[in-house]
């Protein structure tokens, strides 16, 4: 199975949405995290759920949280718009979340890993998953987490095989990881730099995230094989569009456009690109688009 990783800023619900309709070849969306803030749900996120028919049918809402309490507050709202299945992240990297112990943060902290774990059993109508790093500041920390998660009602582990404090550099440990996949009761779900299907051939399911939005048909071409180039072309051109159509009733939807070409289509040619992104109308960005896409694709 192949899952499309949550990145806070680029898979929004509008991003989901196109991918889904126009592309496809994934089998679940994770939403960015979803948190508390002054102890309640931003409305920010409260936007972002909209509810099971706004959003692709396969999204799993993410959920940062590090005690009971406040999984219980948030779990209400996501029960309310009709979600089944909810994702907790243990792995979120970034020192301004990890430093108040939240996303990979918790994972040196076992009682407060087993606080969130146990609470797990009092929502038997909800199906969880964890994604994690195999710790946040040393591998040690991971075997002590082992028996909790163990003892969780989970559907699935998706593991990133850094530590927290690599985010998303330095070498992939992978003699932790399969350590890991050796003492799991659960499926484990490989995560972790994968940008093409022949990386993620050695692995039976998957979370894809910078790959993914670098190049939206790779849960295609793993699931598929090889897509020619005038299929790529073709798909890719209706993705840009449905992105657009999906913002067309925000007030400024030329940002949010820019924003997706931090990944998208990283080998397009660099003076088109750089031009594109110049672009300070959404006639000049519109009619720059189809050269730059092109210009990715081999014909």
Known sequence: MIYFAPLQGYTEAFYRRAHHTVIGGVDEYVTPFIRLEK?????????????????????????????????????????????????????????????HG?????L???????????????????????????????????????????DAPLR????????????????????????FVQNSVHPVIYNGDIQTAEDAAPYHDVMIGRGLLANPLLGLEIKEGTIDTASRLTLLMAFHKALVVELQDIEQPLPKLKTVWDYFLPNAEPHLRKKLLKSRTMDDYLAIVPSVIESSITI
Do not use: W
């Open 39 to 99: 102890n309640e749900l931003r409305l920010k996120d409260l936007r972002e759920l909209k509810n099971t028919v706004r959003n692709p049918p396969n999204t799993v809402p993410q959920v940062l949280v590090k005690s009971p309490d406040e999984l219980e507050t948030l779990l209400v709202p996501i029960e309310k718009k009709g979600y089944t299945k909810v994702d907790l992240n243990f792995g979120c990297p970034f020192p301004k979340v990890t430093q």
């Open 156 to 179: 699935h582990i998706t593991v990133h095989p850094r530590l927290g404090k690599q985010q998303y550099s330095g070498d992939l440990d992978m003699e932790t990881f399969r350590f």
């Open 102 to 106: 939240y996303g990979a943060g918790i």
């Open 108 to 150: 040196p902290f076992p009682n407060a890993v087993k606080s969130v774990l146990s609470a797990l059993s009092n929502y038997p109508q909800i199906k969880f998953s964890v994604k994690m790093r195999i710790g946040l500041n040393s591998a040690d920390e991971l075997p002590p987490l082992i028996p909790l998660l163990n």
